[in-house]
């Protein structure tokens, strides 16, 4: 099905062009907001057309549609989303402002939300995805009206781009275009061999198992109501599993006493959950603090890091180290000076001469060794100070002869994170976190030139870090957390410990973890995290055409061993163009998300006033998108670069 907008212009150069962007999800819109704000200057009044092919609707694509469970929230709060430019974004195209989600559902988007039932949250509200849904095909529709181009949409998946740059759809139709934009969001893949495996397994056993997947779109019904099942995972997608089977299947919560009770319905299966660090991620901040945000890396600099390949380990880790524990103590002495007992600048200058993995025996960060000496003096309680492992292992040398209790010490340890993250307090984790955001685009930027080994890539920045930072930046809202809570009091989530181990045994799953002592017994086991991306895998029809052609080039990732890391993403230069297998630069082919190598801003929505490297991307590549259908002047400029 195709839904034509047109737009009238009037020609001043030459026939039409045709641009085909595959993918209709927000980079696609994002991007055409740029392209629409910089035309006036660029295009020089041609004829455009722009097809867009994605077979789910326009702006929210997949991940955002509006056919979705309206109990799944957003990981963000509403003033934390912006699909528009502002003042703090440093782009060559003219900044064209437009509402944040927070001032959209404030303003028009009240009554759109009013006539969807949904009600309309408050800035510091984590929303609906429904709510994000409602506002991206918003965003569409006045994109639409700002550019001058006929703009169609194809309701179909595109499954084939020939060497001269057809666009073969589905259902026959061919687009020939001028210059062609892949923004294919998350990519499904084949099953892994492990998972292949599973699944015969399980099968052969009569037992039910659900590998990694996007669990909005994963079949459930076979977990039945009240039978336990092993669950690994500890992060958003099994935060989206337990809503699904709890609020999903008919239970509900109320606070009469004064505390969260979940009321069950009797559907729900039982559910035990554990994970590599056996905890969930850390709660969203539920606070802001006014002048705080994401500054430039005072350690990790391109100056630091030099020319040539990196080592992770021994390059870039300990910046990371310095980076987080300069923000962390600047904002706790900043911030809260009674809590300290030297003066900032003393501290600081210890601070700067400080090597981790050199002065504090060998691991960067650790609780012990000189720095930690300086730090305990300068910073008397314990829960002021940063040691970046006992954060992100918090169960790290633990052993629980009793499973009771140890699910006493992990509800007593979610409890304390509900009440620090929500407390100014602690306002140095914020500092943290927006570290983490600065420290990202340098690693983006290292990633992009091609400094650092595949190895380091997939095991250190792709797994290590980014869990990392995923951990205690990417948790789930506090009130998640608090229905956690109530529903391991209500006997439906029950906690299975640290580096869960599953295995097959005759009839059933078999859990156990190194840090709990027993063991744990179901029908049933569910994988609940996305599946790693690998483009090599790729079901996609038109990647996999492409990349068999040699038409597009993807990592296939070593360890220095010989050992296959499996395939990684697809290979474009540092303007989102397309790399051939050749090597060779397609100047008409782009490449955009989060299954592209270097491609910024692929991990969530920009935060307004932030000048997030999503928008400064869109706007490099759609002023390259002009330049090249505009007249020849862009032509010439474009061939002498």
């Not at 300069?326 to 911030?335: P, V």
């Not at 330049?627 to 032509?635: C, E, G, N």
Request: charged fraction near 25%; glycine fraction near 10%.
């Amino acid at each position: 099905m195709s839904i034509t907008s047109v737009r009238s212009v009037t020609s001043a150069s030459g026939p039409s062009a045709t641009v085909v962007f595959v993918g209709g999800g927000p980079r696609t819109v994002g991007l055409l907001e740029r392209f629409a704000a910089s035309a006036a200057e660029l295009l020089d009044g041609r004829d455009v057309e722009i097809h867009v092919v994605d077979p789910y609707p326009v702006g929210g694509g997949r991940i955002w549609r509006r056919e979705q469970s309206r109990l799944l929230w957003m990981n963000s709060m509403t003033s934390d989303v912006t699909i528009f430019t502002d003042d703090s974004v440093e782009c060559d195209g003219p900044i064209v402002p437009g509402p944040d989600l927070a001032t959209w559902v404030a303003g028009e988007g009240a009554v759109i939300l009013e006539k969807a039932g949904l009600e309309q949250p408050g800035p510091m509200d984590f929303p609906p995805r429904l709510v994000q849904a409602e506002y991206l095909a918003w965003v569409w529709e006045r994109v639409v009206r700002d550019l001058p181009a006929t703009v169609t949409t194809h309701r179909e998946r595109a499954v084939e781009l020939t060497a001269d740059r057809r666009v073969v759809l589905e259902s026959g139709r061919e687009i020939a275009a001028d210059a062609v934009v892949l923004a294919l969001g998350y990519l499904d893949r084949l099953p892994t061999a492990s998972e292949s495996a599973w699944a015969a397994q399980a099968a052969d056993a009569g037992l039910t198992y659900i590998p990694p997947g996007y669990t909005a779109d994963v079949d459930l019904d076979g977990l039945w109501p009240q039978a336990p099942v092993i669950v690994r995972g500890f992060g958003q997608a099994f935060i989206d599993l337990m809503v699904l089977l709890t609020e999903g299947r008919g239970g509900w919560y109320d606070e009469c006493s004064g505390l969260l009770t979940y009321h069950p319905s009797g559907e729900e299966p039982i559910l035990y959950v554990g994970s590599r660090r056996g905890v969930p991620y850390h709660a969203k901040l539920g606070y802001t603090v006014a002048g705080t945000k994401p500054v430039p890396t005072r350690y990790l600099t391109p100056e630091a890091l030099g020319e040539g390949p990196l080592d992770f380990d021994r390059d870039v880790a300990p910046l990371i180290e310095k980076e987080l524990a300069y923000a962390h103590y600047k904002q706790l002495f900043a911030a809260h000076p009674e809590r300290t007992r030297w003066p900032w600048e003393e501290f600081a200058n210890v601070l700067d001469a400080w090597s981790p993995g050199e002065a504090d025996e060998g691991s960067a960060g650790v609780s012990s060794g000189p720095f930690a000496v300086v730090v305990a003096a300068a910073v008397p309680d314990s829960a002021d100070r940063f040691v970046r492992q006992e954060v992100d292992r918090p169960l790290a040398g633990r052993f629980f002869e009793d499973r009771d209790r140890f699910e006493r010490f992990l509800t007593e340890l979610i409890e304390g994170d509900l009440l620090r993250r929500a407390s100014p307090e602690y306002s140095a984790d914020l500092a943290v976190f927006d570290a983490l955001l600065s420290i990202y685009s340098v690693l983006s930027a290292a990633i992009t030139a091609g400094r650092l080994s595949d190895e380091d890539r997939v095991r250190r920045v792709e797994t290590e870090w980014h869990g990392f930072f995923s951990f205690v930046a990417s948790g789930p809202p506090p009130r998640r957390l608090e229905e956690l809570l109530a529903l391991h009091r209500a006997g439906v989530v029950r906690f299975a410990g640290p580096d869960l181990e599953v295995a097959i045994d005759n009839d059933h799953f078999v859990a156990r973890s190194p840090g709990v002592a027993g063991g744990l017994r179901a029908r049933a086991f569910v994988e609940a995290r996305l599946p790693r991306p690998d483009v090599l895998a790729t079901t996609d029809p038109l990647l996999r055409g492409l990349l068999d052609s040699g038409a597009l080039a993807a990592d296939e990732l070593f360890a220095a061993d010989g050992t296959s890391l499996g395939g990684g993403q697809l290979k474009a230069d540092s303007r989102s163009r397309a790399i051939r297998a050749d090597g060779s630069v397609q100047e008409e082919l782009f490449l955009l998300g989060p299954s592209v190598s270097g491609s910024a801003g692929s991990s969530g929505f920009s935060r307004p006033y932030f000048n997030g490297p999503g928008f400064r991307q869109n706007d490099a590549v759609a002023r390259d998108l002009l330049k090249l259908l505009a007249p020849t002047i862009w032509k010439e400029e474009r061939h002498a670069s």
